[in-house]
């Protein structure tokens, strides 16, 4: 039995895009080992109206729909009405572009949570009020513009569900050597054969030695991160030897 359980919940139009998305592979096993548990909800399930519309004309004119607050507000109520009614509330990240952009720091801290609720929008946007009532974290993903919030809430799943210690199961694969821990990007990884393609291993990664291994691992993420995302070495902790180092090769 897991130490720890974490609950998910997906307030969405699109349930089947997150079942097929997150049920299988890695969260799927998590699932089953009782460590997280994923629940999507229809969202137009609670509509009131016999044709099970979601959305209106915005006031005031423009172009494009709004999903409306009433169904919102409805399946809101319906998952957690016992908790509202504790004065307790959970916490609901809104996917919009126009939110703080998710990165490593944001799936950490997301990451300690128990409980974590995702709406996912669609059309041109969704009605203020409702937001205002239910939302504690606006996220975006990225300075783009998608067709709805799904993509973005499996995306962020993903990344803060794979932080549970017991999801990935090797405890080493999350640890602190990965992409974007210590605001450094990862070294580059081999694997059998030792030459492929007139393309061999680097000698020290056959030699055994643990601190050659690790001094020329830590070069090289200096190097790549220096290469493809030098925003990144304004903040990481760096010696002056690995300054110099990145200078020879940023862009």
Known sequence: ????????????????????????????????????????????DYTENKHKRVDDYPYGGGAGMVMQAEPIWHTYEACFGEMLAR????????????????????????????????????????DERVLEMIVTDTVSIGDYVLTGGELPAMVMIDAIARLIPGVLGNEASWAEDESFRGDLLEYPQYSRPEEFMG?????????????????????????RTAKMRPDLLEKAELSEKERNLAKKYLQ
């Not at 089947?16 to 998305?21: K, L, V």
Request: aromatic residues 6%; glycine residues 8%; contains cysteine.
């Open 1 to 44: 039995m897991a130490d720890r359980s974490v609950h998910y919940t997906v307030m969405t139009l699109f349930p089947e895009m997150i079942e097929a998305g997150l049920h299988t592979s890695i969260l799927g096993k998590a699932e089953e080992n009782g460590i997280l548990r994923i629940d999507t909800v229809n969202i137009r």
């Open 87 to 126: 004065g307790e509330r959970p916490r609901l990240i809104y996917l919009s572009p126009q939110g703080r952009v998710f990165d490593q720091k944001m799936a950490d801290e997301l990451s300690k949570e128990d409980e974590l609720v995702f709406l996912c929008g669609h059309y041109e946007g969704v």
């Open 199 to 223: 393309r061999k291993v680097p000698e020290v990664l056959l030699s055994g030695h643990h601190a050659r291994i690790e001094e020329w691992r830590r070069e090289q993420s200096v190097i």
